[in-house]
């Protein structure tokens, strides 16, 4: 039997990508299968789910077995096209009736449980978000009313896997210990999704900003990381990542009402921001080795070494011909400039925003205007936490 998702697709780099089902589609098709079992007595070989963005998917009950007097079912995850790192893992939910008229969802094993303040559920919680939750209550409440049962149901999510598998998220990051989180916010896993790392990201800020932090330590990658690392300045422990995210990191910082964001990234990268490119991503824009030329060109490079900076590989090349013609200095005092006015149009001009770039041959290149004063506020608001 289809599911339902194996019409839905996008296109993406000129590629058919699948989509697929998040985690909490399957904590709730799992959750109403047991429920089914338990109540009935009989379990069911799939369960019909309306996910939140619409699209109805008959999920495939891959076990179903009693524990004591709980009933317990699971369904795999499938994350279509998307490089999702728990496709093909088992989700269980455990259902068992209590005295309360209530319906409790709580996590076991593999399902992380929150201990810093700022994500979507409270301190203590199992890391079990708004929307999958909503879901898991629908799915064993239909089953519930189905079956005229009254009383009260407690559903256990648990995800085996999950425990290694949290070591290649974000959730240590997060203060989300034991396992990883069960989200979605559509049901629905699209391949590549911007809305998915930006929410990663968000996640990530708001756990800094609910822990008393006004001003954020940003790099877009692991080169940043690794330079914040070597860093006697800053602190390793503060940073953020963006991704090539930009623009939508500035957006974040003004809605959860910082006062500042330091932004460290190696200039292949950064360089596009001197251009307004708040998407660094390749496919997005370019304009690396034109911004460089452009900015030589004011410095007063001649034309025979703008030529071969628009004939160069990669940026690093690049400098190498901006520094030989004597402009490097001032190339990247314009650069950063540039770029800090960049980043303030698009933070209105209401938050303080300034940038470090730097080189893997050459190491720090240049700061902008507002970088010195961010990395001190930094350091003062390290010293308070």
């Known amino acids: 039997m289809k599911t339902g998702i194996e019409e839905y697709y996008v296109y993406k780099n000129n590629k058919k990508m699948a989509f697929g089902y998040t985690t909490g589609t399957c904590a709730a098709a799992a959750a109403g299968a047991a429920a089914w079992l338990l109540l009935s007595g009989c379990s069911v070989p799939f369960l019909s789910i309306l996910t939140p963005k619409g699209i109805r998917l008959n999920l495939p009950i891959e076990e179903s077995r009693w524990e004591g007097d709980r009933a317990v079912c699971g369904v795999k995850k499938y994350a279509g096209d998307d490089p999702d790192v728990t496709d093909g893992v088992m989700v269980y939910a455990a259902v068992e009736k209590i005295d309360r008229n209530c319906i409790e969802i709580d996590g076991g094993v593999g399902v992380g449980r929150v201990t810093k303040p700022g994500l979507d559920q409270r301190v203590g919680n199992a890391a079990i978000n708004r929307v999958p939750r909503q879901m898991i209550?629908?799915?064993?409440?239909?089953?519930?009313?189905?079956?005229?049962?009254?009383?009260?149901?407690?559903?256990?999510?648990?995800?085996?896997?999950?425990?290694?598998?949290?070591?290649?998220?974000?959730?240590?990051?997060?203060?989300?210990?034991?396992?990883?989180?069960?989200?979605?916010?559509?049901?629905?896993?699209?391949?590549?999704?911007?809305?998915?790392?930006?929410?990663?990201?968000?996640?990530?800020?708001?756990?800094?900003?609910?822990?008393?932090?006004?001003?954020?330590?940003?790099?877009?990658?692991?080169?940043?990381?690794?330079?914040?690392?070597?860093?006697?300045?800053?602190?390793?422990?503060?940073?953020?990542?963006?991704?090539?995210?930009?623009?939508?990191?500035?957006?974040?910082?003004?809605?959860?009402?910082?006062?500042?964001?330091?932004?460290?990234?190696?200039?292949?990268?950064?360089?596009?921001?001197?251009?307004?490119?708040?998407?660094?991503?390749?496919?997005?824009?370019?304009?690396?080795?034109?911004?460089?030329?452009?900015?030589?060109?004011?410095?007063?490079?001649?034309?025979?070494?703008?030529?071969?900076?628009?004939?160069s590989v990669t940026t690093e090349d690049a400098l190498d011909l901006l520094e030989e013609a004597g402009v490097l200095e001032t190339v990247m005092q314009t650069v950063t400039e540039k770029i800090e006015f960049h980043l303030r149009h698009r933070a209105y001009d209401r938050l303080m925003v300034g940038a470090i770039l730097f080189s893997s041959r050459r190491g720090e290149l240049g700061r902008s205007p507002s970088a010195d004063r961010l990395v001190q506020r930094l350091k003062k608001q390290g010293e308070t936490e």
């Open 137 to 311: 209550q629908e799915a064993v409440d239909t089953v519930r009313n189905d079956q005229e049962y009254t009383g009260g149901l407690r559903v256990v999510i648990s995800i085996p896997d999950g425990v290694k598998l949290a070591e290649k998220t974000f959730n240590p990051r997060l203060g989300i210990v034991g396992g990883i989180s069960v989200l979605g916010t559509s049901g629905i896993v699209e391949p590549m999704s911007e809305e998915a790392l930006v929410a990663s990201i968000e996640a990530e800020m708001r756990m800094r900003v609910a822990s008393g932090a006004e001003y954020l330590l940003v790099a877009p990658g692991n080169y940043g990381m690794d330079f914040i690392k070597g860093s006697a300045e800053l602190d390793l422990k503060e940073a953020v990542k963006c991704s090539n995210y930009v623009g939508k990191t500035v957006d974040l910082g003004l809605e959860l009402g910082v006062k500042g964001i330091l932004f460290v990234s190696h200039i292949g990268k950064f360089i596009k921001v001197a251009g307004g490119i708040m998407n660094t991503h390749s496919r997005e824009a370019d304009a690396r080795l034109e911004l460089l030329a452009a900015h030589g060109a004011l410095a007063g490079a001649d034309r025979s070494c703008l030529k071969r900076v628009m004939e």
